[in-house]
């Protein structure tokens, strides 16, 4: 049994919710099936894009460390990242705040960070909803659905052997995987102390960046949970990818109990988004993105099927 799983995330178990969801709502009237980085419709000659994501468990270290205003910068990444992986320009964002009690102070520090990441990411706040509701939520809860407009969809269809993917680096363990590590810190393998500020780190924005080069890449891949299995989004085609050495914070998850496999399976391990482009454009998206990201040429698409990953111990694991 993974570690991911004794911490009570079923990924297999996700999955197969996402399978069915998918299946129940699924309609010829959308442009983007139900199960890509956003949802969308026609809307005249352009596509509307739709997502909804959270911070997740992150909220309960937010509150253990005091270092709250960051999860508003998570919300506001984890959904603009995500819509402009189909090409969608983020315009317009809600939010919905759950609270266990009134808490002033949380309440100020998330709107705070929602602002920061909103201003960041050139996208407009316009509403949303605070609950308070005790016996259903433990501290907080806090998530964003965000609408875009895409010209033209990037849903990787057109990606193909020969193809060059290459990788912007994350600002850490971004918003993913928390229940693991809040269980590593319950269990004494992993100290908050140490680690604490580390762990929150807010999600990379990374759309400003994409949008940059959007005309001369294929697709995009947002890497959050499940980790670089959300590249089977893109194609199915083999994909081969060389890892470089990650933060020191995925060391320590490791070093902690956490397989050296299961981190690629959990984590991004240094790379939030991965981009698929033509290898006559490679040269020139990279000078690009050079000058706000860090920026790595990952591999490859090859003929075949999989996702293959050289690690930075130089192990090979297929996920």
């Not at 964003?144 to 060059?164: H, M, N, S, Y």
């Not at 994350?170 to 810190?185: D, E, F, M, Q, T």
């Amino acid at each position: 049994m993974s570690e991911y799983k004794k911490a009570g995330v079923d990924l297999d178990k996700l999955r197969s919710y996402h399978s069915m969801i998918s299946k129940e709502l699924s309609s010829p009237s959308l442009s983007i099936g139900i199960g890509h980085y956003g949802g969308g419709i026609r809307l005249g000659d352009k596509h509307l894009i739709m997502h909804v994501d959270g911070v997740g468990t992150k909220t309960v270290l937010a509150l253990k460390t005091g270092i709250i205003e960051p999860t508003g910068i998570d919300c506001v990444a984890m959904n603009v990242n995500d819509i402009v992986c189909v090409g969608a320009k983020p315009i317009a964002l809600v939010d919905y705040l759950a609270l266990e009690k009134p808490m002033d102070d949380v309440v100020q520090k998330v709107i705070k960070g929602l602002k920061e990441g909103a201003k960041e990411a050139n996208v407009e706040i316009v509403g949303g909803e605070t609950a308070v509701m005790p016996g259903v939520i433990t501290g907080y809860d806090l998530s964003c659905t965000v609408v875009g407009i895409a010209e033209k969809l990037k849903t990787g269809e057109d990606v193909k052997p020969g193809d060059v993917i290459i990788g912007l680096a994350s600002n850490g363990v971004h918003a993913n995987g928390y229940s693991l590590i809040r269980r590593l810190i319950d269990e004494g393998k992993l100290s908050l102390k140490d680690w604490g500020e580390e762990l929150m780190k807010p999600t990379r924005i990374y759309s400003n960046s994409v949008l940059e080069v959007i005309d001369k890449i294929k697709s995009a891949a947002h890497i959050t949970g499940g980790a670089f299995s959300k590249l089977r989004r893109i194609t199915k085609y083999k994909i081969d990818l060389e890892m470089p050495d990650p933060p020191d914070i995925f060391k320590a998850i490791e070093k902690a109990g956490v397989s050296h496999e299961e981190m690629y399976k959990v984590y991004n391990m240094g790379i939030g988004m991965i981009l698929f482009l033509d290898r006559e454009y490679k040269d020139e998206v990279i000078s690009i993105l050079r000058k706000k990201e860090i920026v790595y040429e990952l591999g490859r698409v090859e003929e075949g099927e999989g996702i293959k990953i050289t690690t930075y111990k130089n192990v090979v694991l297929y996920v």
